[in-house]
């Protein structure tokens, strides 16, 4: 069965320093794998997504990840954080089969960027 | 494009009553999705579409019914609220299924007391 774990709950960081909200996966064969943020009070948007090609995948606002086969990771990365960015984040995993169908998700980690 | 529209965004219901949640889409995606998002645990599937007249269970369908009678409508259906259905419900869509990105509605906050 699919799986996804996002190991920290929260992560907090200085506004300009880099950040890594950390994300790994279980699937069999080659994932198709997500980030997703939500505001409060809002629904979820989409980030980014590896689904082949370059391990390192740019995405919206600034946000990249890299795909790790070797450690069944996806950690979310940004060079700089800003205060905007402070939000839950939730990775998401599909497998490739047709009939695995259904987009998993983790149970989020909450990113707090501190002035 | 309004995109993915959720109504109503709040609802208290007591237990046994019933209610219907709306999701409407204008982008002419074929799937469609309810989830349902508890604090620390992420995001559960309760049913999914993948198109008109096709609905399956997802994760969680348990005290749910869904009906999917064009493709821009897929509404939620709650019989006999329990407290444990307390919870904010997403609704979602993709135009396919395979590595396509869902766009998800404001959502549906509902208290059952």
């Known amino acids: 069965a699919q799986s996804v774990a996002q190991p920290e709950d929260q992560v907090n960081v200085a506004e300009g320093n880099p950040l890594t909200v950390k994300c790994t996966y279980s699937?069999?064969?080659?994932?198709?794998l997500f980030w997703y943020v939500q505001y409060p009070n809002r629904g979820l948007q989409f980030l980014l997504k590896?689904?082949?090609?370059?391990?390192l995948v740019k995405g919206s606002y600034g946000f990249e990840a890299e795909f790790n086969k070797s450690q069944t990771s996806f950690h979310l990365k940004k060079p700089s954080a800003l205060v905007s960015d402070s939000a839950l984040y939730f990775c998401?995993?599909?497998?490739?089969?047709?009939?695995?169908?259904?987009?998993?998700f983790g149970t989020g980690t909450r990113l707090q960027v501190f002035p | 494009n309004a995109g993915v529209t959720q109504t109503p965004k709040f609802r208290i219901l007591k237990i046994g009553q019933s209610m219907t949640l709306q999701c409407a889409q204008d982008?002419?995606?074929?799937?469609m999705y309810w989830y349902r998002q508890d604090p620390g645990m992420g995001l559960k599937l309760i049913y999914y579409s993948v198109g008109a007249g096709i609905t399956d269970k997802g994760e969680v369908p348990n005290g749910y019914n869904v009906s999917r009678s064009t493709t821009e409508d897929f509404p939620l259906r709650l019989e006999l609220a329990a407290p444990s259905q307390t919870s904010v419900y997403f609704c979602?869509?993709?135009?396919?299924?395979?590595?396509?990105?869902?766009?998800f509605g404001p959502g549906t906050r509902l208290l059952v007391l």
């Open positions: 982008m002419n995606h074929n799937y």
């Open positions: 590896y689904i082949t090609g370059d391990n």
């Open positions: 699937v069999s064969g080659n994932p198709y």
């Open positions: 979602a869509s993709s135009y396919s299924l395979q590595a396509e990105t869902q766009y």
């Open positions: 998401a995993v599909r497998g490739p089969s047709y009939n695995t169908d259904k987009l998993i």
